[in-house]
């Protein structure tokens, strides 16, 4: 059963921080790419960061150095660690996984959750 359900989204100010947790089901996730994704209002959704099954991960030019993606084989579970938060980075946030181990682009993570929403004020 497909399952991704995402927590930790809130309010911040502009240089806070916020961890994004996504739980997903073992069938979702086990030896899965999976990832995040964010939608601001009126802006296509865009890739964040994703994750291969043995932790290599790569991110979007906009977040590196500032975000984490990491993941607990044990759990099910991927984290998005947000420092340094800017205004620009309010959105909702999707977490993702791929059908496949296939971890190169975003094209591939096509199972989605509903999202939680990140706000930074500034």
């Known amino acids: 059963q497909v399952q991704l359900v995402e927590s930790g989204g809130g309010s911040v100010r502009a240089g806070g921080s916020l961890r994004l947790s996504c739980a997903a089901s073992a069938y979702t996730y086990r030896g899965k790419c999976m990832g995040w994704f964010r939608q601001a209002p009126g802006k296509e959704r865009e890739g964040v960061a994703r994750?291969?099954?043995?932790?290599?991960?790569g991110y979007a030019d906009s977040v590196k150095g500032r975000f984490t993606i990491s993941r607990d084989n044990a759990e099910n579970t991927v984290y998005l660690q947000m420092n340094s938060l800017k205004s620009e980075d309010t959105a909702m946030y999707y977490c993702a996984a791929g059908s496949t181990a296939l971890c190169t682009g975003w094209r591939g993570l096509n199972v989605w959750g509903q999202g939680t929403q990140v706000t930074v004020s500034s």
């Open positions: 994750i291969n099954s043995s932790g290599g991960a």
